[in-house]
Structures are given as structure tokens and as C-alpha cells.
């Protein structure tokens, strides 16, 4: 199970990527592997500020469909156009080429509350 040490988590299976007061977000590797195939990524939340555990968007697998949370509060500022014509990269690329959105935070103290990467692995029985 691929978890990046630089990244920190969610118990809600998302990963977030710290760049000052900007963070990218995704799902894990984890979260792919349980969804399987996945055929749709729908944000329509861009430009809208959420808060923390708000749903900014939704992703559909074969089998089901997930909501996603956003694990920091703030404003909704890219989603990752290439989803639209390419869900897979999601399953291909969870870390990279599959991010979701980034995010303008609002608070970047809420960045203590995230699991780091050996948090995440017991928390997936890794």
C-alpha cells in the first residue's frame, strides 16, 4: 500500500498536500483500490468556501458512489479538469495525475488535526 510520508490524511481516506496556504486533495491509494474502477468525478464546488468535513464533491466507481470531504475549511480555488475525460487517473495515479482539488485555506491550523503517513497505515491495518 503505496502512502506517501510528506502527505497527511483523513479517516475519511483523502490525502492533502501542504503548500503554504494552498493544499491539494485526493483520495489514497487505499480508497481507489476499495472503490475499484473509477468512471466520474463530479465538483461543483469551485469558488465556493467550506467548511471543514463539508462535501465538496462526489466520486462514482462501478459499484458505488462516494462522497468526498474536505479536510481542511477554506475556498475551492481548481478541480482537476483532467478527471473529466480521464477518471482512471484517479485509480492510476492517486497522488499525482489523479488529484481532486486545491484549496485555499482558511485555517491552516486545522492541518494538526490530519493524520500523518504512520497514523494512516494503522488506520488502514497497514
Known amino acids: 500500500m503505496n502512502v506517501p510520508a510528506e502527505l497527511k490524511y ?10 503554504g496556504d ?15 474502477d473509477i468512471v466520474y468525478v463530479e465538483v461543483e464546488t469551485v469558488d465556493e468556501t467550506l467548511e471543514r468535513e463539508e462535501v465538496f464533491g462526489t466520486v462514482e466507481a462501478v459499484k458505488t ?12 480555488l481548481e478541480f482537476n479538469e483532467d478527471l ?3 477518471p482512471e487517473k484517479v485509480n492510476e495515479d492517486p497522488y499525482g495525475a489523479g488529484w481532486m482539488v486545491r484549496v485555499k485555506m482558511s485555517d491552516i491550523s486545522e492541518v494538526e488535526d490530519l493524520l500523518d503517513a504512520e497514523a494512516y497505515t494503522e488506520l488502514i491495518g497497514g
Open 10 to 19: 483523513t479517516k475519511d481516506h483523502e490525502w492533502i498536500k501542504i503548500d
Open 22 to 36: 494552498t493544499a491539494t486533495i485526493g483520495i489514497t491509494d487505499f480508497a481507489q483500490g476499495e472503490l475499484g
Open 65 to 76: 458512489v462516494s462522497d468526498l470531504f474536505l479536510p481542511v475549511s477554506g475556498e475551492i
Open 84 to 86: 473529466e475525460a480521464e
